[in-house]
């Protein structure tokens, strides 16, 4: 289908992409998260088309679109189409005030790059529906039928983090957010003279999603096993650096080493909340290395890629830290770069980056946005 070049929307909403600072996989741990939106978003236009069910999105980026009747929803055989539906199929269960609408998506974000794009979609889709048909439901309402949404459409078993993060978050700030009680608090991120600089590796290996969901079931395998000596252990959450130290020897190796990550990783988040209000830059730069370790060699989602350059950025006194970010095998790193380092370190990573592995590197600077927003 092709749009029609008339179209002119009643409504512009932007909904962001999100980095996380710090805190990988914890958040279906039900641990704690450090993540903020970013200024990169996915620009949706919404127009009220006066039939009772009939809709008809279209994405830009991939040029193509397709249309949907309300009351027949089910799962499509295109990936991106399911975070639609899956969205529209929750609405549709708390509500029965959505009718037609026309609706074309256009995203300045990198798919694949770890920002998630697929949060932004859900959050800005239903974001707007909210606020085209009057649908009554929070900011809060949003964030859960958007993880709803990709649990059931979707097929990944995600935590909360970045939906959150892409409606919630505000200027200049991360968000340091628990995730078992959904209490957060706006730590408000003062970095200069350092810059946050994203090195995209341009890959994305499709373990991404498979793995995943394997290693939420490792996590789960582990807290049953810890369950049997702590009945007070729900999540890995309740698990302190001294009681899993007690399963070395009895856990599977690879259980271990999983939920090893997991409580040291949560640790971490909040020694980084509190680097940050006292600005201390050093300290968060050593953090984010020694994320990176052991999401590279604890909980096993890095790759060659995004290793070589947490790595490379090692040589730099100009980084203070480096991480992958996202839920990985690719994606991009997040680097904290002097200002007047950036260019020189960006074109060094890329010279060296392209001589390992072919590959042009992308780069460019994130920085705290507010989260999904009218377009006035």
């Not at 996989?25 to 236009?45: M, Q, S, W």
């Not at 193509?64 to 990936?79: C, M, P, W, Y």
């Not at 949560?266 to 830059?281: G, H, I, S, Y």
């Not at 730069?285 to 052991?294: D, K, M, V």
Request: proline fraction near 3%; aromatic fraction near 10%; charge should be negative.
């Amino acid at each position: 289908m092709s749009f029609p070049e008339n179209f002119t929307p009643e409504l512009v909403v932007e909904s962001p992409g999100r980095i996380n600072l710090i805190g990988e996989h914890t958040d279906y741990n039900l641990g704690y998260v450090l993540p903020t939106a970013i200024e990169k978003k996915i620009t949706f236009k919404f127009k009220r088309n006066h039939t009772e069910k009939e809709c008809n999105l279209f994405s830009l980026g991939y040029n193509t679109g397709f249309t949907l009747q309300l009351d027949k929803i089910a799962r499509s055989n295109v990936e991106w189409e399911n975070y639609i539906l899956g969205v529209l199929n929750e609405i549709l269960l708390r509500t029965d005030k959505l009718r037609g609408f026309d609706c074309t998506i256009e995203s300045k974000l990198p798919m694949g790059s770890g920002l998630s794009s697929s949060a932004a979609l859900e959050c800005g889709l239903a974001f707007g529906l909210n606020e085209l048909f009057n649908l009554g439901l929070s900011k809060m309402d949003i964030v859960q039928l958007s993880q709803k949404a990709e649990h059931t459409f979707v097929g990944t078993q995600c935590g909360i983090m970045d939906q959150f993060a892409s409606v919630m978050s505000e200027k200049g700030h991360v968000i340091l957010l628990d995730c078992k009680s959904l209490e957060h608090q706006q730590i408000p991120i003062h970095i200069a003279p350092y810059k946050m600089i994203m090195l995209n590796t341009k890959v994305s290996h499709n373990l991404a999603s498979s793995e995943y969901n394997t290693r939420k079931r490792e996590c789960e395998e582990g807290v049953a096993i810890i369950k049997k000596k702590y009945p007070e252990v729900m999540s890995l959450r309740d698990v302190t650096a001294t009681m899993i130290q007690e399963f070395e020897e009895t856990m599977d190796a690879t259980l271990f080493k999983r939920c090893s990550f997991i409580v040291s990783e949560n640790d971490r988040v909040l020694k980084t909340a509190n680097a940050l209000k006292a600005n201390d830059l050093k300290l968060f730069g050593s953090l984010l290395y020694e994320a990176h370790e052991g999401i590279s060699k604890l909980y096993e989602v890095s790759c060659p890629e995004s290793d070589f350059l947490v790595d490379f950025s090692k040589q730099y006194n100009a980084v203070l830290g480096a991480r992958q970010t996202g839920g990985g095998f690719g994606g991009c790193t997040l680097n904290i770069v002097h200002k007047d380092k950036v260019n020189a370190f960006v074109e060094e990573a890329t010279k060296a980056y392209k001589e390992a592995f072919n590959i042009e590197l992308e780069a460019f600077e994130v920085q705290p946005s507010a989260g999904t927003y009218i377009q006035n």
